[in-house]
């Protein structure tokens, strides 16, 4: 290895190992990474830069497939990309270098810096934005429903302009998490009103600058030029790749163009806390916690857990064909990071992958917890809808080719214990917890979810039969939100519901028991007077609660 030095401004030199071109003891290991990434490197196809660092110098750094379809340019690590919501720690550390200054306080009620959001009866603080604890509906969703389109441009304006609408949040702030991105476009409204800079300018004076970072930017124009950006892409129906990449001028939750080696200047920040000094960057390292105590494992904009029994510091990013992740491994120090251009790649198992190979031999647990025997029986009898009462959700669970299923997800359940499955490669838990003693007959077990977050989401079996026929007549009519200014048209057509809204958006309702109906934005659920005729209906979903329309 040759090693390459340079000095950033008033910092002090750096030197970061580089790869060179004779062999090293390394030879080994590099080419078991480049395993992991030979599905991409055959060329025609998009892929991933990939860089890993090792106590501060660089080791690795390698690109995997194509930067540009159309003109054939290969991926290396130079190539910039968009690191999606791998952006919100560096949004987090801004407010944290704020806070430092004692220009606000993360106790701050943020109506203070954001006075048109409504008031809910209950104060939002910035560190409920910080650790998404603080209930907010997802921006994009809320703009989908008001008539936008996934193509269309997204402004910092017009999600404000969704998110004063609202008259009701998912949850009170502090007693779940849920992940989303309209906490993280408020706290880069916040940076601009307090500091007087845009994020832009404050996250490239207080942080790139001084860090070396010198590709990295937040884009708030989607007319900028970036140079060496790579375009994204997804599968195109009937084979071949369409381009998709995010029309937006909103940032903080995403906007974060960068290159792997400049996001592992960042990582070793983390470590060695250069900028912001050990608080401020211990402080992004801390979980946060819920109202009743328990921590989310949730910092900064950085997810704190680990993997097969080693601590990991991390956040993955998704945003069109954009697909990221960045992953810390502190008491090993070392660092991984994947950037891809393809929809289809998944980054977070890439880097577990990596990590493998360097820390393999000090991992000491299962990534996922093991398979126990189970019969056919028990796992087909668990088949049905279940809604939960807490967050008017609908999930529904099959029997096909002799394996327990989400209903539209391919991949079977594996039992993992008495009652309780994981999907087949997620460390999440699906637990069925039988009626409790003294039960009337009949009762049904709840279905207890638990997946990347602490929150478990409680869900009961539906055993209403669900509508058909002229019985769905009744649910037909136009529906008005306040909280979206859009009226929604249900209809039947060819024996099913079809919801409506302008610009394009018809969407299939397939009933599944009494009220409730899925569809592809979530749970459509009627509401009823009391004497039961049909008086509204809500959308639900994992990031949105209980949108309300009201028949007119």
Not at 114 to 139: K, S
Not at 174 to 202: C, D, K, M, P
Not at 392 to 417: D, K, S
């Amino acid at each position: 290895m040759r090693a390459k030095c340079s000095v950033i401004l008033m910092v002090a030199a750096t030197c970061v190992a580089q790869p060179s071109s004779s062999r090293t003891a390394d030879d080994d290991t590099h080419g078991r990474v480049d395993a992991i990434f030979k599905p991409w490197d055959s060329g025609g196809t998009p892929g991933c830069a990939v860089a890993i660092s090792r106590n501060g110098s660089l080791d690795y750094a390698r690109g995997y497939g194509l930067s540009n379809l159309e003109h054939s340019i290969p991926i290396t690590p130079d190539s910039v990309f968009l690191a999606a919501s791998i952006s919100k720690q560096f949004t987090a550390f801004s407010i944290g270098l704020l806070a430092q200054r004692g220009k606000l306080s993360l106790d701050d009620d943020i109506r203070k810096y954001l006075p048109e959001m409504p008031d809910y009866g209950r104060t939002i603080t910035i560190a409920h934005l910080i650790h998404h604890t603080n209930g907010l509906r997802e921006q994009g969703q809320l703009l989908n429903l008001a008539g936008w389109r996934g193509e269309d441009m997204y402004t910092e304006e017009d999600i404000l302009w969704a998110l004063r609408r609202q008259r009701q949040l998912n949850f009170e702030p502090g007693a779940e998490i849920v992940y989303g991105n309209a906490a993280y476009t408020l706290l880069g409204v916040i940076v601009r009103r307090v500091s007087g800079q845009s994020l832009r300018e404050f996250a490239e004076s207080r942080i790139f600058m001084p860090l070396g970072m010198t590709h990295t930017e937040f884009r708030d124009d989607h007319t900028r030029i970036v140079k060496r950006r790579t375009p994204a892409y997804s599968l195109r129906e009937g084979g071949g790749w369409s381009e998709s990449v995010p029309n937006i001028d909103h940032y903080g939750s995403t906007g974060l163009y960068t290159t792997v080696e400049d996001l592992l200047k960042w990582e070793q920040n983390l470590l060695d806390a250069r900028i912001g000094g050990p608080g401020l960057v211990a402080s992004m390292q801390r979980s946060g916690r819920l109202n009743d105590g328990q921590e989310t494992g949730y910092g900064g904009g950085l997810r704190l857990g680990n993997y097969r029994g080693l601590r990991t510091i991390s956040h993955d990013g998704a945003d069109g064909g954009y697909r990221a992740e960045a992953v810390l491994f502190p008491d090993q120090r070392l660092a991984i990071v994947a950037l891809c251009n393809g929809a289809t790649i998944e980054p977070t198992s890439l880097t577990r992958q990596v990590a493998e190979v360097y820390l393999g031999d000090q991992m000491t647990t299962p990534a996922l917890a093991p398979a126990v025997a189970a019969t056919d029986f028990q796992a087909s009898a668990l088949t049905g809808a279940y809604w939960s009462p807490g967050t008017g959700e609908v999930v529904q669970l099959v029997w096909t080719e002799g394996a327990l299923r989400q209903a539209g997800i391919p991949t079977p359940f594996v039992q993992i214990g008495a009652g309780i499955f994981r999907p087949s490669d997620q460390p999440h838990e699906w637990r069925f917890v039988p009626p409790a003693a003294g039960a009337p007959p009949g009762a049904q077990a709840d279905l207890h979810i638990r997946d990347s977050w602490p929150t478990r989401r409680v869900f009961q079996r539906i055993t209403t039969p669900p509508p058909s026929g002229a019985a769905l007549n009744k649910f037909a009519g136009r529906y008005h939100s306040v909280d979206t200014d859009m009226t929604y048209s249900v209809r039947v057509l060819d024996g099913r519901l079809k919801l409506s809204w302008p610009r394009g958006y018809d969407i299939t309702l397939e009933a599944v028991g009494g009220d409730h109906f899925v569809g592809s934005r979530g749970t459509v659920t009627f509401t009823r007077t009391a004497s039961g005729a049909i008086s509204g209906l809500t959308i639900s979903n994992r990031r949105l609660r209980r949108l309300l329309a009201e028949r007119v």
